[in-house]
């Protein structure tokens, strides 16, 4: 790629601490230390660029500068041009005390967001310089290193990524290059869509992305969405690689991404920052990350990432309008999965005599079908050996109450369009090159002032139906209108299929106690049926108290319900009534001053040990003890109570 963006020229800037003697402007403390121009508003620019400080928990450790990370950043100055600032760390400042920084500015008429990130590491950025050297500098160009380029992007999401560099530089550090390839390239895909998503924002829209990861795992990403996504969608991108979280970086306004880096002991996100400042892209912590990146890809993000993975990078005009058509799938949303899935089976003969098992679930090779050791939770999940997922969704009158948070949505409809998007996923996950695979048994039963099945199944005895009838019969598909960005990085509204299984209910009582004893029948005639199969996973989703009866009993009776893999799990959410943090998987009762509260913390099952570290992986601060419970969920508790609910496989592996 060429060095558009570049500029021979250019004013350049030192700020670090000085003492008056090396200071531009005779300044002791941090100050411009030397500069290539004497123009008094240049100079309080460049003074005024926020200062670098370290991540708040290396604040303690004092690291050597190479340990620390680095920032890059491409701003736009107020008097026109772009602002190119390289902030390194120094373990002390002009008069000896600990922990300084060098900034080495750039003021440039203009340079592209590619050219500015493929300077990172460059050796021409400046990270020190003595005292008594001169204060005058000459014009500057913009630096261009290897570091980050074309090769080093597709080195990255090949099987052989870039080796480790010094920590302040390094693009692929350890925790990802042990990741397997596809691992890689699902990072750079999320990516895409948090800049897209970024870029059909209205104009002047004060939301951001934030990235938390390596400053310089946040340069390699950005390299990739500015060289593989449409240029009218980031020609005009502003960053920042790395910026202290812990100083209010949510008012952080000079960039439109923001990289975030807490330490070398990962630590995440918070949940708050991406719901009301705008999206973001945890690379330590997933399910940190806004829920638009949580789920499956746009399907025409897979040929940009494929233009990268095999550096022909001729194909990338088509594969950017491969991207501009793919929004919508027509009525046959299914058949585009099965025939991705034959088109993967033809590049691969091989895979016609791979095992009858979702293969993203790992199996047990030649294990036999016998009894295992309940509470293993590890059972194969395939079509002889299905897993089951049966919802209990709450319709009382309540239901049809604002949810808050939602734009006035009700808490029915939101809850109903989670369940309709987990159900999709279930389905894509199951389509094949033969069709959609029974992997699945699903269920939901509706409970108001009566009980009913949904999904087409019946009470008592057929609540539960094949994964493969939801793919050939759901209610309608809705056309729903999202934003996206033609292939020239115009926003344009862009209608896509919605496919629906359940409408949401609301009126009258709540009849919780009747719902769980039907659920228990339901799940023991599963447990009779495939009593080799992993335990079935009933989810319960309620704003409030039964008005049965003690419903305790009945969920005791569904727990004891076991396969030979383990017993039935039970797991509950509460939602919220107010505007509070949910409260995700709690080890005890003791703080909840809620009836409801406590009332389902004692129904709900312990977490299996898989589903605990699942938890933990997310960030969550699970402890010994925990249960399957969410309390006061806000519509984004609702997906990540979904998300991490089903994960029924081994070590974590979503099944959807």
Known sequence: ?????????????????????????????????????????????????????????????????????????????????????????????????????FSHLMLLPAASPAAVLRSWGAPEWTVR??????????????????????????????????????????????????LPASSRRDLLARALHAVQLLAAEKPGSRKRLFIHAEPGVVALLLYGCVRLLPPEMTDDLTFSTFEPYHRDIRNYRLARVVGTYLGP????????????????????????????????????????????????????????????????????????????????????????????????????????????????YDAQISRANPACLLFLIDQSGSMADPFIGAGGTSKAATVADAVNRLLQNVVLRSAKADGVRDYF?????????????????????????????????????????KKVLDAHGRVTEQKVKFPVWYDPVSGGQTAMCE???????????????????YPPIVLNLTDGLPSDGNPQEAARAIRTISTADGNVL?????????????????????????????????????????????????GHAVKPGARGVVLNADPTAIVRFLDIGTRVSPGGNRPV
């Open 515 to 533: 719902a769980l004893r039907v659920a228990g029948l339901a799940v023991k005639g599963f447990v009779d049926e495939f009593p080799n199969s």
């Open 265 to 376: 002991n990962g630590g995440s996100l918070e949940p708050e920052l991406g719901a009301k400042q705008g999206i973001t892209l945890d690379t330590f912590t997933h399910g940190r990350s806004s829920t638009e990146l949580s789920g499956i890809m746009p399907t025409g993000l897979t040929g940009l990432v494929n233009v990268a993975v095999t550096g022909h990078w001729e194909g990338l005009a088509e594969a950017r309008r491969a991207l501009a058509e793919a929004g919508d799938e027509g009525d046959d949303w299914i058949q585009n999965e099965v025939a991705r899935a034959r088109a993967e089976l033809q590049a691969n003969p091989a895979l016609a005599g791979a095992p009858d098992s979702d293969p993203a679930l790992p199996t047990s090779a030649g294990a036999p079908a016998i009894r295992r050791a309940v509470g293993s």
């Open 1 to 101: 790629m060429s060095g558009a963006g570049r500029s021979i020229g250019a004013e350049q800037f030192y700020v670090t601490h000085c003492v008056p003697a090396d200071s531009v402007r005779r300044e002791a403390g941090y100050s411009v230390r030397a500069s290539s121009t004497t123009a008094s508003g240049l100079l309080d620019e460049a003074f005024h660029y926020p200062p670098y400080e370290l991540p708040f928990d290396m604040w303690r450790d004092r690291p050597e500068p190479g340990a620390a990370p680095r920032r890059l950043a491409r701003t736009v100055s107020p008097r026109g041009g772009v602002w190119v600032a390289h902030s390194a760390y120094l373990a002390k400042d002009s008069v000896g005390r600990d922990r300084s920084f």
């Open 441 to 481: 048994r699903v269920g939901v039963i509706g409970y108001g002032t009566t009980v009913k099945a949904g999904l087409g199944g019946t009470t008592p005895f057929n609540v539960l139906v094949p994964v493969s009838r939801l793919g050939e019969r759901p209610l309608r598909v809705d056309a729903r209108v």
């Open 570 to 618: 039970l797991f509950n959410l509460l939602i919220s009534k107010v505007p509070v943090t949910p409260a995700y998987f709690p080890a005890d009762e003791a703080s909840f001053p809620e009836t409801e509260a406590k009332l389902l913390f004692r129904m709900s099952s312990a977490l299996p040990p898989k589903l605990w570290a699942a938890a933990r992986n997310e």
């Open 129 to 178: 310089y003595p005292s008594g050297e001169s204060k005058a500098l000459p014009a500057a160009t913009l630096p261009d290193d290897d570091l980050v380029c074309d090769a080093s992007l597709t080195a990255f999401l090949g099987d052989r990524p870039p080796w480790p560099t010094a920590p302040c530089v390094d693009v692929c550090p350890l925790r990802l290059r042990v």
